[in-house]
Every structure is written in C-alpha cells, then in structure tokens.
C-alpha cells in the first residue's frame, strides 16, 4: 500500500498537523484526500520521491563468480563452456 504526503492548501487556517504535512497510507484504489481527516481544511497531495530498487550486475567474470554465479560462454557448436 502507497504512502501519500498531504498538506494544508493555506497554513493559516490548517491545523497542527496538517501545517507541517503529514504522511497516509491508502489504497491506490482509493481516491486522495481533499480536506483533513481532524479540522476539515483543504489539503492538497505532494509529490513525493519514489522508492525503486537499485539493480546491480557484475562486471566482469571475476565480480561474477565471487558473487556465486557461474559464469557460462556460449560455443560455436552450440553447446556452453563453464569458465
């Protein structure tokens, strides 16, 4: 389930809470919020930085068998030779 960042459209009239922004957890099924779950002002959706996963390969055939993988080279018959 996504985390999605809200803060009050004007401070001023915002309560604690939705002064400084707070974080909520909803489905994506689920349309976003339009005023605060405790004083009813307008709140509007931030844009937040997405968390993916950072992918790493191996760069040469010595990373990769250290990393435990076996290293196979393809022949011309077809056939593959463990290095």
Same mark, same amino acid.
């Given at each position: 389930?996504?985390?999605?960042?809200?803060?009050? =459209?004007?401070? =001023?009239?915002? /309560?604690?809470?939705?002064?400084?922004?707070?974080?909520?957890?909803? *489905?994506?099924?689920?349309?976003?919020?339009? +005023? /605060? *779950?405790?004083? %009813? &002002?307008? +709140?509007? %959706?931030?844009?937040?930085? +997405?968390?993916? *996963?950072?992918?790493? %390969? *191996?760069?040469?055939?010595?990373? &990769?068998?250290? &990393?435990?993988?076996?290293?196979? =080279? %393809?022949?011309?018959?077809?056939?593959? =030779?463990?290095?």
């Amino acid at each position: 389930m996504p985390t999605y960042q809200y803060i009050a =459209e004007d401070p =001023e009239k915002g /309560c604690l809470r939705c002064k400084r922004g707070f974080d909520l957890r909803r *489905p994506i099924s689920r349309p976003p919020l339009t +005023v /605060c *779950p405790l004083c %009813k &002002a307008p +709140v509007k %959706k931030l844009i937040s930085q +997405v968390n993916t *996963p950072r992918v790493t %390969k *191996p760069t040469s055939i010595s990373d &990769a068998k250290s &990393a435990g993988f076996t290293v196979l =080279e %393809k022949r011309c018959d077809g056939s593959y =030779e463990r290095l």
